[in-house]
């Protein structure tokens, strides 16, 4: 897209397509306007998977800059703000799969009872994820995850972290609502069972 000399380019009113084109071309501007519109929501996204603030910052900082360096590669199979939460969730998962042991999260600080016994979760699937209690069980969450199919789990980001309704989800990855459903409902069952699974394990585990 080019403008006439001398006159200044309205980025916010560009298209991620344009953006993106922009960048590859050596316009930086792009770039920095693509991280103002998703910045919060990639945030968000960390967020909801980190429940540490640091953590998520850093997370954000570190999927900016995968995706900057591997825009020359994007080929555009699927929307950049798809590709983009695949990179931020990637980026979250790794944070979390590093976290020094012994490393306490702003949500379990809040609690005083370290005898507390581990939450039961009867079926994972109807439970929002950021209560599935603390950081240990988000780790193995987010192991499951990253070991989802391509498919399931950018489904799953973006309608269970994300919380997009299945139509928006539909309208992001060029799917019907059926197609959406299916595939939530097959990360559901597979995160499920496994989740339950290690709060099983956990319960049986003696104390200390």
């Known amino acids: 897209m080019r403008g006439t000399a001398g006159m200044s380019v309205d980025y916010s009113a560009l298209s991620d397509s344009d953006l993106v084109d922009r960048t590859k071309a050596g316009d930086n501007r792009g770039f920095d306007e693509l991280v103002r519109r ?5 945030y968000r996204l960390s967020t909801k998977i980190l429940r540490h603030d640091d953590d998520a910052a850093e997370a954000l900082q570190d999927a900016f800059l995968s995706a900057y360096r591997g825009l020359p590669n994007f080929k555009r199979e699927s929307t950049f703000s798809t590709w983009l939460y695949r990179i931020a969730t990637n980026a979250s998962l790794m944070k979390l ?14 609690g005083n009872d370290g005898e507390a016994e581990p939450m039961a979760i009867p079926d994972w699937s109807t439970q929002p994820l950021e209560e599935l209690l603390d950081a240990e069980a988000r780790e193995v969450l987010g192991r499951e995850v990253d070991l989802l199919p391509a498919n399931e789990k950018e489904v799953f980001v ?7 309704s299945n139509a928006d989800v539909a309208t992001e990855l060029g799917l019907t609502i059926a197609a959406v459903k299916s595939r939530l409902h097959r990360a559901r069952l597979h995160l499920r069972d496994r989740m339950n699974r290690y709060f099983r394990d956990r319960a049986s585990k003696p104390p200390g």
């Open 158 to 164: 973006l309608r269970d972290i994300m919380e997009q």
């Open 38 to 42: 998703y910045r919060d929501r990639v």
């Open 97 to 110: 799969r590093r976290r020094r042991e012994g490393h306490v999260s702003y949500e379990q600080s809040q």
